[in-house]
Each structure stands twice: as structure tokens, then as C-alpha cells.
């Protein structure tokens, strides 16, 4: 495993690794890219730390005007979505 804070690694390596890699990645070393040869899924490592902060921001980020007037905007375009696929189905 190279240097650095983000490492991206095959299931088999990381199996290999997870008993060190739990150890960093616990202590807020970085992340922890698995991979799985033939397959697009991909998983990620972080700290409970680190998710308890990124679940907070959007806390924060849902509490502000902007997020509200998006989420207005969202719905906008989704309702006429629904009502054009509506109208082109009848």
C-alpha cells in the first residue's frame, strides 16, 4: 500500500489488510477504496468519526435557505416531469 490518505485496493488486498487498515482508517488515517475485480460496485472505509462529520454537515447544509429553495426546485421540475410523462401517456 502506497503513501497517502486514499488507497484503492481489491477485495483480496484488502482482506489481507484489514486488520492495520481498520487500525488507520479508525484513528482518521484516510480511507479505503475496495474494489472487486468484474464488478462496478465499490465500497469505502471511512471512520465513524469521519461519517458522524459528514453526517452533521448535511444536517447543517438542510437547515439553510439555499438547500430549501433547491429542494423547491427539484420538486418544480419533478412535478412537471410527472405531469408531461402524464400528458404524453394518455
Known amino acids: 500500500m502506497s503513501g497517502g490518505c486514499f ?3 481489491s477485495l483480496v488486498q484488502f482482506l489481507k489488510l484489514v486488520d492495520d487498515l481498520h487500525g ?7 480511507r479505503v477504496e475496495i474494489t472487486v475485480d468484474g ?4 465500497c469505502i472505509l471511512i471512520s465513524k468519526a469521519e461519517l458522524e462529520s459528514l453526517e452533521r454537515a448535511l444536517e447543517i447544509l438542510s437547515e439553510t435557505g ?9 420538486s418544480q421540475v419533478a412535478s412537471l416531469t410527472c405531469e408531461l410523462a402524464a400528458s404524453q401517456s394518455a
Open 7 to 9: 488507497h484503492t485496493l
Open 66 to 74: 439555499d438547500f430549501r429553495t433547491m429542494c423547491d426546485s427539484l
Open 39 to 42: 464488478c462496478d460496485d465499490v
Open 24 to 30: 488507520k482508517v479508525a484513528k482518521g488515517h484516510g
